[in-house]
């Protein structure tokens, strides 16, 4: 894949990957063993590029609610989870994310 953009976050990278059935966004710790997640797969590279910078400010919303990234979600200690797809939703703005925290 080639990559298109890269950004280092707080414990993390992100990237925008070029492959076969789109552009993907792809999460890597710095501090895991389980390697690189893929959050989402767009159809087009502004598309993709778009998500991957408004997502630090989404995840640290998560973060700081006491959720962590796992895999394709956001977990909870308490069992609660959140899909980490709303966070590639262009159309969710930052409050309405925020508000499923509170679910």
Known sequence: MKEIYHAYQH???LYVKSGG???HVVHVPFA?????TVLHVFPTAVEAVAAAKRF???EQTARIRGFV???GR???SDGRSVDVSFAMDP???VEQFRALFSQ
Do not use: I, V
């Open 74 to 76: 956001f977990a909870h």
């Open 69 to 71: 990234l796992e895999g």
């Open 11 to 13: 414990g993390y990278e």
């Open 91 to 93: 159309r969710l703005t």
């Open 21 to 23: 059935n789109g552009f």
């Open 56 to 58: 630090p400010e989404l």
């Open 32 to 36: 895991s063993s389980r390697g690189e």
